[in-house]
């Protein structure tokens, strides 16, 4: 079994800061990589931004300058420093993680956390 498990979510004005952090636990081998998914009301998920094994980044257009995602894919952790947020970030964040299992090994598998709540407004 694999948990992930997120934190940080909250209220926050707009122009301001929070910082999410996930943590994986469970019979992980490996992990490829790690990421953040968000998902507002009426809306599809969507990537946000993605950590590799070997610390490659990428980011959603939407949050590129303002979100940094960091984390030590070894320990299996991530984090997301979001900056300059706007009404339009509120949605539930989830933290996501491609990995091999020591139950299974040679075979990814994916994960979401339960998501946890970021509401940007005055």
């Given at each position: 079994q694999v948990r992930l498990v997120e934190s940080g979510g909250g209220l926050v004005q707009p122009g301001g800061s929070l910082r999410l952090s996930c943590a994986a636990s469970g019979t992980i081998s490996s992990?490829?990589?790690?990421?953040w998914y968000r998902q507002a009301p009426g809306k599809q998920r969507e990537l946000v931004a993605?950590?590799?094994?070997?610390?490659?980044?990428?980011?959603a257009d939407s949050?590129?300058?303002?979100?940094?995602?960091?984390?030590d894919i070894a320990k299996n952790t991530v984090s997301l420093q979001m900056n300059s947020l706007k009404p339009e970030d509120t949605a539930v964040y989830y933290c996501y993680a491609v990995l091999i299992e020591m139950t299974m090994p040679g075979r990814l598998?994916?994960?979401?956390?339960q998501g946890?709540?970021?509401?940007?407004s005055s």
């Open positions: 992990i490829n990589y790690m990421a993605m950590l590799d094994s070997g610390g490659g980044r990428d980011y949050v590129q300058g303002r979100f940094t995602i960091s984390g598998r994916d994960y979401f956390g946890t709540q970021v509401t940007v």
